[in-house]
């Protein structure tokens, strides 16, 4: 992995920085916050739906169910995961960022992530569009550029990283 700063790490990779790890801890977290099973066995396990949310986010073009398919070979409507979704609650995905969205850095081994005993952190940001549904709209406003206004609504988004690994905190 090279970083942008000229820090090199063998041992992390750029996957590793940006992607949400999901792993043994994911399911767990969801185990014990994620919504409870109502009688029947879910097409998607909580995991495999964070898995599917993460991929989707970082996939392109495409919807949701459109994404899940190939990665878990399940085929579920797009209703179906958001319904599977909205009934998670916020509290699960809360936790799983907590565990997912933490420093990597060590000061041992990045001595440039570090001006004396304080972490640097940087502050970036975009603006994503997003459907132009009758909700969306109602909360967003479409980009005015010097020619016309854009053809979708903005969502803008900011994060925090860490300087050396690149990772969001």
């Not at 820090?7 to 767990?28: E, F, N, W, Y």
């Not at 919504?35 to 073009?61: D, E, I, M």
């Amino acid at each position: 992995f090279q970083a942008e700063d000229g820090i090199r790490d063998s041992s992390v990779t750029g996957v590793q920085t940006c992607a949400l790890p999901i792993s043994a801890k994911l399911a767990h977290i969801w185990q014990n916050e994620g919504p409870r099973p109502r009688g029947h066995q879910p097409k998607l396990s909580g995991p495999q739906l964070v898995q599917g949310l993460t991929f989707h986010a970082l996939a392109g073009p495409g919807t949701l169910a459109q994404h899940v398919k190939p990665l878990h070979g399940v085929d579920i409507t797009d209703s179906a995961l958001t319904q599977r979704r909205q009934a998670a609650g916020f509290e699960v995905f809360r936790s799983i960022a907590n565990q997912a969205l933490a420093p990597l850095a060590d000061p041992l081994k990045h001595p440039h992530s570090f001006y004396g005993p304080w972490r640097l952190v940087a502050l970036d940001g975009s603006q994503f569009s997003v459907a132009n549904t009758p909700q969306t709209l109602g909360r967003l406003n479409k980009a005015a550029s010097r020619r016309f206004e854009a053809a979708f609504a903005k969502l803008p988004l900011s994060w925090m990283i860490e300087i050396g690994t690149h990772a969001p905190v």
